[in-house]
């Protein structure tokens, strides 16, 4: 059973930064393209930045992927060895309020960040505020 836990939102001061676990289990991590989504309420899920599966192996192309509005901002980090996924977030804006979510999937990674209703498995989510 492929389970996401994320972890690590906060209330932060704008200019701060963050670091978000995506803690996975029950699947082959290599089988996997892992991405991170946001939302606020009202608003459609966001695609935040997505880490494809290594190079040469099902769709990887071993690029990483960010949404324009993140970009220069967020780091994504896939640990093979800790089964988990970071999302770095420096210079956070208030407009960077929401839930963020982690998601699984076998899935072309650049296509998913814009198609966040394709992918299969996804966390709880965790609340990250930035004061102003």
């Known amino acids: 059973q492929v389970n996401l836990v994320e972890s690590g939102g906060r209330v932060v001061q704008s200019g701060g930064s963050l670091k978000l676990s995506c803690s996975t289990s029950?699947?082959?991590?290599?089988?996997?393209?892992i991405g991170w989504f946001r939302q606020v309420p009202g608003k459609a899920r966001e695609g935040v930045a997505c880490?494809?599966?290594?190079?040469?192996?099902?769709?990887?192309?071993?690029?990483?992927h960010y949404g324009d509005s993140v970009k220069g901002r967020f780091t994504i980090v896939r640990d093979k060895a800790k089964r988990t996924v970071f999302l770095q977030m420096n210079n956070l804006q208030p407009e960077d309020t929401a839930v963020y979510f982690c998601?699984?999937?076998?899935?072309?990674?650049?296509?998913?960040?814009?198609?966040?209703?394709?992918?299969?498995?996804w966390g709880k989510g965790t609340q990250v505020t930035v004061s102003s």
């Open positions: 880490v494809s599966t290594p190079g040469g192996l099902r769709w990887g192309d071993g690029v990483d």
């Open positions: 029950g699947f082959n991590f290599d089988d996997y393209d």
């Open positions: 998601a699984a999937d076998d899935i072309r990674c650049a296509w998913g960040l814009t198609h966040p209703n394709s992918w299969d498995y």
